[in-house]
């Protein structure tokens, strides 16, 4: 059965996009398709507001993290802003969807916005006035992650309501690059400013920043959402269903055990702070630049992707390129040049974009339309609430061995148990986009 046909049975692949699935590809284009930027003035300023404010909270990420260090000089305590992230990702994210579902999405997606507004407001204050609290900063980011958590799905779900069904493909796109280019220039501008300015000049441009995605959310029309007749308005019923689906889909659930496997167990991000000064003798701006250098990887990835169309065994696919970020994160661990271990990195977000590139496309292709919404929730919890577990458990395991020991030890613990995995559930490694098997 082809990809085109089973999705047709299923019901949900719009016409327009099964036809352009049968002709497939065009070869000629390499780059990102422009024409949601073009077709529409909403989208275009969403979009451009996205990747100011996407950048001011990767600057943000990174100056909390020093100043933590700076304050403790504990890699645990850094590790424990994952934690104050993570747990609000995971009592509000698998409900947030819900909500998006039950009220204006613009309302709710401009109050979470400047709520995130304020935030960065109240640490330029506080770090102006001379303030230096762990407790206040492990506040905040509990709060930004409330705020993410209720922004995330509000916006996702606009877009449909911006663009017809034929551009959400280039759109997403387009969103993709945003939150990579984020992840690599806010991590970099980040270290310079904190490097040359120091804490309050990264929070103020932060705060700055946010004012574009504040007036994109403000310029949109009304977005109540539809709902079917007998749907339940709190949303819980949904939230449970999309819970008991995923647990009768064996190759859904793989596709976020894969990804949890690499957050969680190879994610050094927290220790870079640490490493930067202890490995590579650098500073502010050494830190920044380990932080970009996934990110920078990912970007590439994602620009020169178009090989990945000709894939066809998904599942394959995630285990190999999951296996590549735990390997490339074991080897850096093993380095003491700046320049080696920035290549690593960079390979090592490459990888993580084909896993991202297989994983969400075996969502789109296996999940029927009328369930994809309610297991958006679990995608922000998996997705956005991996990585700070990850910060966690880099942090934790520094502090009672080494960073050397979290580092490397983690990549090859994400290799090992992304095997055990595949050899637990051999089906996955089987799945073939032509036809999609959950």
């Given at each position: 059965m082809t990809l085109s046909r089973a999705s047709s049975r299923a019901g949900w692949l719009p016409s327009r996009v099964t036809e352009t699935a049968k002709q497939g590809v065009p070869r000629t284009r390499i780059l990102a398709d422009l024409t949601p930027l073009r077709s529409s003035p909403d989208y275009r300023r969403l979009w451009f507001g996205n990747t100011v404010s996407w950048i001011g909270q990767g600057m943000t990420a990174l100056a909390v993290s020093l100043q933590v260090y700076d304050i403790t000089g504990s890699a645990f305590s850094v590790g424990l802003i994952g934690l104050c992230s993570f747990v609000p990702l995971v009592l509000l994210g698998l409900y947030s969807g819900a909500v998006a579902d039950t009220v204006d999405r613009r309302k709710l997606g401009l109050l979470s916005a400047t709520g995130s507004f304020l935030l960065s407001v109240v640490l330029a204050a506080v770090t102006f006035a001379g303030v230096e609290h762990v407790g206040l900063l492990y506040a905040v980011v509990a709060l930004q992650a409330v705020c993410f958590a209720l922004n995330s799905p509000a916006r996702s779900s606009m877009i449909a309501r911006l663009l017809p069904a034929e551009q959400l493909p280039a759109a997403n796109a387009l969103n993709a690059m945003t939150s990579t280019a984020g992840g690599l220039v806010g991590p970099m501008a980040g270290g310079l400013i904190v490097g040359w300015w120091g804490y309050r000049a990264a929070y103020t441009v932060d705060?700055?920043?946010?004012?574009?995605?504040l007036y994109a959310m403000w310029r949109?029309?009304?977005?109540?959402?539809?709902?079917?007749?007998?749907?339940?308005?709190?949303?819980?019923?949904?939230?449970?269903?999309?819970?008991?689906?995923?647990?009768?889909?064996?190759?859904?659930?793989?596709?976020?055990?894969s990804d949890l496997s690499a957050m969680v167990l190879a994610h050094p991000r927290a220790l870079f702070p640490v490493v930067a000064v202890v490995w590579f003798g650098g500073d502010a701006k050494t830190t920044g630049l380990l932080v970009a250098a996934p990110a920078l990887g990912a970007l590439l990835g994602s620009v020169f992707s178009g090989w990945l169309s000709r894939i066809r065994r998904h599942g394959l696919a995630v285990l190999i390129a999951v296996c590549g970020w735990g390997g490339a994160i074991a080897v850096f661990g093993l380095t003491r040049q700046l320049w080696l271990g920035l290549i690593l990195l960079a390979l090592a977000g490459c990888a993580d974009s084909i896993s991202m590139v297989f994983r969400n496309t075996m969502l789109q292709a296996a999940v029927p339309d009328d369930m994809r919404g309610r297991l958006q929730g679990v995608f922000i919890v998996v997705v956005a609430g991996g990585p700070r577990l990850g910060d966690l458990v880099a942090g934790s395991v520094a502090d009672l061995t080494s960073p050397a020991v979290a580092v490397t030890g983690g990549g090859v613990a994400c290799v090992l148990v992304v095997c055990l995995l595949g050899l637990r559930r051999p089906g996955f490694a089987r799945y073939d986009a032509r036809d999609p098997q959950p």
């Open positions: 705060a700055v920043t946010f004012t574009a995605s949109l029309p009304s977005m109540l959402p539809g709902r079917k007749d007998g749907e339940n308005s709190t949303g819980r019923a949904s939230v449970m269903d999309g819970l008991r689906f995923l647990g009768t889909r064996p190759n859904l659930r793989m596709t976020f055990f």
